[in-house]
């Protein structure tokens, strides 16, 4: 697979996590008292705050311990990496917050805003990380993710 293709591949695969809240919390560059306070309004699960961590400090073991065995083996730990390195290349993340829960009749997605920094020339760029979550095996199981 050419890297133009493997990038979009990473890109535009879906994650779609369950969850049944909508607000605003924010997750600072690093994890802080406050972040965590701000997260405890409802429970992390329900806004998928737990595998947005994980996605922004680059933890693909945390991230990945929801995944169903399907969604594991599209978005390895080696896809995972490949997909944190373009990232990095268009800047640092400054901010991850959750914006809103879009709850369909079989699964939900969590939509997040990740806002980047590229310290060479200060651009500002915002993508969506959206996590959807459907039930497998009888629990609310990662079934995709997607970053745009």
């Not at 990740?114 to 990380?129: A, D, F, Y």
């Not at 959206?130 to 629990?139: C, L, P, S």
Request: glycine content about 6%; aromatic content about 6%.
């Amino acid at each position: 697979m050419n890297m133009v293709k493997h990038h979009r591949f990473h890109l535009m695969s879906g994650l779609i996590l369950w969850s049944a809240l909508s607000g605003c919390a924010v997750l600072s560059p690093e994890p802080t008292a406050a972040a965590a306070d701000q997260n405890a309004a409802g429970p992390v699960a329900d806004r998928c705050g737990a595998e947005a961590e994980a996605f922004r400090d680059g933890d693909y073991r945390k991230l990945s311990q929801r995944f169903t065995a399907e969604f594991a083996e599209r978005l390895n730990a080696e896809r995972f990496e490949a997909l944190q390195q373009e990232l990095a290349r268009q800047g640092k993340i400054t901010e991850i917050r959750f914006l809103d829960t879009m709850n369909r009749k079989v699964y939900a997605t969590a939509v997040w805003k990740i806002t980047l920094k590229n310290p060479e020339s200060g651009e500002i760029m915002e993508r969506l990380l959206e996590i959807m979550v459907g039930n497998a095996d009888g629990a609310p199981r990662v079934i995709a993710l997607s970053v745009q």
